[in-house]
């Protein structure tokens, strides 16, 4: 090895040399999802932990330099941990039945499994450690959010859909029933068995969440809203409207809604699928 290379990979382990980098040994991992992780420089001790999670046809490297994650992480010094999707088409597989239960060897495992090993080897922090995820990303964040409740402090998705919603018990599947706003039939004791049955017995604390969701979205229908909503409201055993209501917040055509706590909406009028992200507003939600 040249010096050079020597000097290279010796200023990445410390994180002077910042950039995006492929782990390859971080847990067990059927659906062979890959990890990356981004180390900004002088990286505190106890650090935050984000996952960005990629949308359909995205890719780690894709998301890290579309979004502002990268950017606020040099800011806030955070680490940032981007999986990629193993699947063709590079959507989350967030259909099968696997997926949708704790520890069950699919790609929601796979990126528990990269929050273990981080947490571990940079001795993050286990308390502060977050997820976003935007489309199939935000169908994920959900998944995680109910099958490791205890690993997540915090999850904000944009324009992704109920845990369970996209289930078809396949792989990867695309359910146009959910995507086409197709399930109201479901009652919120139904939609809340989903998260109940990712992690059975669990009755300890839950991330909080945030929701984003466009009112024109053609490609996950705007009933999604509801969706969740229903969802986490009877999870948390909140009421199924807002306790609090703010139009133009956090700018003109949204209102953001406060069920509870832990659960907040963010309803754009106007907008459609991929609500634009808010890194600034990610930051104060999850506190960083
Ligand atoms: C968003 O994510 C939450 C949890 O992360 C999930 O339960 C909710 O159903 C998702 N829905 C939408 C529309 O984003
Ligand atoms: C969608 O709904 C129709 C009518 O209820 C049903 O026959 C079909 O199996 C559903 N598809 C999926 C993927 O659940
Ligand atoms: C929560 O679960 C634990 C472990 O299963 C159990 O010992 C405890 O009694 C449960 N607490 C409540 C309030 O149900
Ligand atoms: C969602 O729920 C609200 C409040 O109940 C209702 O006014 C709205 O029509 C619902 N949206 C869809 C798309 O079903």
Not at 81 to 103: F, H, K, Q
Not at 125 to 136: H, T
Not at 253 to 280: I, M
Request: hydrophobic share 35%; with cysteine; net charge negative.
């Amino acid at each position: 090895m040249k010096l050079s290379h020597l000097l290279l990979s010796s200023l990445s382990v410390h994180g002077i040399c910042a950039q995006l980098q492929e782990i390859t040994n971080f847990g067990s991992n059927p659906s062979k999802a890959k990890m990356f992780i981004y180390i900004p420089a002088d990286l505190p001790p106890n650090p935050a932990i984000l996952v960005g999670v990629h949308y359909c046809t995205g890719t780690a490297r894709g998301y890290y330099n579309g979004s502002p994650y990268k950017r606020l992480s040099d800011e806030k010094k955070f680490l940032v941990i981007y999986p990629e999707s193993p699947n063709s088409g590079g959507c989350w597989d967030v259909s099968s039945r696997a997926t949708l239960r704790r520890d069950g060897g699919a790609d929601s495992n796979a990126i528990a499994n990269m929050v273990r090993y981080a947490v571990d080897r940079y001795k993050a922090d286990p308390a502060r450690v977050y997820v976003i995820g935007e489309s199939s990303g935000g169908m994920m964040a959900s998944i995680l959010a109910a099958a490791y409740p205890d690993l997540f402090a915090a999850v904000i998705n944009y324009s992704g859909v109920a845990c369970g919603c996209f289930f078809t018990d396949s792989v990867a599947g695309w359910n146009s029933n959910c995507s086409g706003g197709r399930m109201n039939h479901l009652t919120p004791e139904q939609w809340a068995g989903w998260v109940y049955d990712a992690y059975p017995g669990y009755n300890g604390t839950r991330p909080r969440m945030q929701i984003y969701h466009g009112s024109v979205d053609t490609t996950i229908a705007p009933a999604n809203y509801n969706y969740s909503i229903a969802q986490w409201t009877t999870v948390f055993g909140y009421p199924g409207v807002p306790v609090e209501e703010s139009a133009d917040t956090p700018e003109g055509g949204y209102t953001t809604q406060v069920f509870g706590e832990r659960l907040t909406g963010v309803y754009a009028k106007g907008v459609g699928h991929g609500v634009p992200v808010h890194g600034d507003e990610d930051m104060k939600f999850f506190g960083l």
